[in-house]
């Protein structure tokens, strides 16, 4: 309680030479369950601080160093005119004195609680006669609770991951379920399966090792690991765009992407469409891939005859999805892309993964350009971030740094254009 201190006698007390014997004995309770236990060693004493503390021990003090026993002071405290302990002298001084070892065992003791709450829920459950669930127990437990992850969330989180693996695993399994609909059955959310959530990164590890599968660590095998237990994951969200695709076969897929073709006009594929479509295309045909949109729409506004795929940035898993179907029919490539250093990566990544041809991608392409925008007086971007080297032309980058100008795929629009537009 407050204003137990008489004011003159807490006005000595929180003089300057008392300061650093206060602050030393608060950090010491509250390290050790807020005990009057122990001692605190003071050093390079001024005279001021000898002063005090000698009148407040009731003994002389004439070294610059002094070891105080926190019990005598607490009994010095009790028969002085403060008439308080050391603990409550402490609290009247400044704010309340925290209890930081219990603290520390009661996180303790809530950790605790999140593992014995899972391990209670597991044993519980339909499937606790599985082999797989004391694995998935001990490498959660290994892994324990992402950072800032209340132990309460932890408990509900791992929860709502027991009753999605006995939806999918247990004996009462029904049919295909969409991964929406199983999120909004267990979470309330269709969003709370989704990719990036500790939820479905929990529910996933699960379902790997009970059909003995490695975890994956791209899109595509996290939706092969839903398909396994009759999920079916959202594949019409995410999208590639192309231009001119005209592949073989009657089915309605191939003839509505030939149609679109036959009309100058763009097409987004998405994954279920990938599922449905055959994509046979003769054998040797060179498909250019872009990064920017803009590029197609300019190609479709031309009326280009060249096929085109665009990565639209850094390229999502149904960009490469299609280009590993295409080359699997044995299509070649061509790329360009911006000459930025996010760009140079992006360029690497798929070049090496195609063996494509670098498309007006070389250090004179930029050259040429970067003069060619300065002699027009377009404004200049600022090349930003970590060179990174060219695997098809050694000289690009130190010309990129050089001169430091960004050029996006638009400063090149007309010479792709025009490439786009040769019969091959």
Known sequence: MSGRLPSATRDWLMGPGLTRLWDG?????????????GSLRLTAMNAQERNDLSLLLDKPLTGTTVTVRLDMLDARLRASAAGLGLRQTLEELGPPLSDRRAARAEVTARREQVWSS?????DASPLADQEWP???????????????VTPETAIWTLQQAVQVLITLLGPERGGTLGRGELAALATGSAHGLDDGTWLSRLVQRGVALAHG???????AGRRALWRLVSVTPDEVSSTVLTYGLRPDGEGWPERALRERADHHAEVHITPRDLHELRLRLPAGTLIHICENPRVVEAAADAACVQ??????????????????ALAATGCRFA???????PGIALANRVIRRYEALPWRMGAADYEHLAARSQAEGIPQLALDGQPVSAGWDPDLASAMTALGVALHEEATLELLVADLSRQA
């Not at 790329?335 to 250093?341: E, L, R």
């Open 335 to 341: 790329y360009h892309g911006d000459f930025d250093w």
């Open 25 to 37: 004995v608060r950090k010491r309770l509250e390290s050790n369950g807020v005990q009057a236990t």
């Open 118 to 122: 899972l391990a209670s829920s597991l």
């Open 213 to 219: 599968t490695e975890f994956p660590d791209d899109a």
């Open 307 to 324: 096929p085109l795929v665009c990565t639209s940035g850094s390229a999502a898993t149904v960009v490469f999805t299609l280009l590993d």
């Open 134 to 148: 004391q694995q998935w127990y001990d490498l959660l437990r290994r892994a324990g609770v992402p950072r800032g």
